[in-house]
């Protein structure tokens, strides 16, 4: 089984659960998980409850998601990264949820896939100061 964790300062978790449950349907509420750390709270103890749940759990595969490289809850989450059944992504978009989602397989998402959906992820960053010219309306998602 694959456990999808979204971890996050505030409630930015929460809210891409349920953005991305507003894309691809409610039912990707029971496939996530929201971990929002508040300003009062110790991100070791988010460390110790995921540890925890992994070793109890050696079979399901984790996939870590969080808000931003080098963050106090992405630090805390490369910690389980010492555990097999482990994958962490930082810099959360709801492009790579999405993405994760989508994918079926009950195991690791692995490396290949992984680069293919960041790589999609970087893609669908842009930057625009004018109209954009109607090719670049026109891309597939």
Same mark, same amino acid.
């Given at each position: ?16 659960? %349920?953005?991305?449950? *507003? /894309? ?9 998980? +929201?971990?929002?750390?508040?300003? $009062? ?18 079979? %399901?595969?984790?996939? *870590? /998601? ?9 630090? +805390?989450?490369?910690?389980?990264? $010492? ?59």
């Amino acid at each position: 089984m694959r456990r999808i964790v979204l971890a996050s300062h505030g409630e930015l978790a929460k809210g891409m659960i %349920d953005s991305v449950s *507003f /894309i691809c349907g409610s039912y990707v509420k029971e496939m996530l998980h +929201a971990e929002c750390l508040q300003a $009062a709270e110790d991100t070791n103890q988010l460390f110790i409850k995921y540890e925890k749940k992994i070793k109890e759990n050696p079979n %399901d595969n984790f996939v *870590f /998601i969080t808000d931003i490289f080098g963050g106090s809850v992405n630090t +805390a989450f490369m910690q389980t990264l $010492a555990y097999p059944n482990v994958e962490l992504i930082s810099g959360m978009t709801m492009a790579i949820v999405i993405e994760v989602v989508l994918n079926q397989c009950d195991g690791k998402i692995g490396r290949e896939t992984m680069e293919r959906v960041l790589n999609e992820a970087k893609e669908s960053i842009n930057y625009y100061d004018s109209l954009p010219n109607a090719g670049e309306l026109n891309r597939d998602f």
